[in-house]
C-alpha cells in the first residue's frame, strides 16, 4: 500500500489582504493587509525568528499573493514548521560539508 506524501508548508495562511492598487500603467504601486490584536499577539509570540547572541533576529516574514482563485491572500512564515525545520537542518548539514571542503 503506497502511504500519501503530504506537502509540507513553510508558512500559515493568515487570510486575505487588501486588493493591490495599481497605477494608471497597471504596475503595483501598494498592497495592505490588517491585523487584529488577537492575531498580531499570536504572530509575536508563534511566529518570530529566534535572536541569536548578537541580537540579530525576532523578525515576522509575510508573503502577500494572489491565491488560485485571484484573491490577494497574506501569509506568515512558521519557524517552528516541520517543512521549515527540515530545510533549515539542510541548510546547517549543506553548510558544514562546505566548511569541510575548506582547502586550508
Do not use: H
Amino acid at each position: 500500500m503506497m502511504s500519501e506524501q503530504k506537502k509540507q508548508y513553510e508558512s500559515v495562511l493568515c487570510g486575505w489582504a487588501d486588493e493591490p492598487n495599481f497605477n494608471d500603467n497597471g504596475e503595483l504601486m501598494s498592497w495592505t493587509f490588517r491585523l487584529k490584536d488577537n492575531e498580531l499577539k499570536d504572530i509575536l509570540d508563534q511566529y518570530l525568528t529566534k535572536r541569536d547572541e548578537e541580537g540579530r533576529g525576532g523578525n515576522a516574514r509575510f508573503k502577500m499573493f494572489m491565491s488560485k482563485n485571484g484573491k490577494p491572500c497574506l501569509s506568515i512564515w512558521d519557524p517552528n514548521s516541520a517543512a521549515a525545520q527540515e530545510r533549515q537542518n539542510t541548510k546547517a548539514k549543506d553548510g558544514a560539508a562546505k566548511a569541510d571542503d575548506l582547502p586550508f
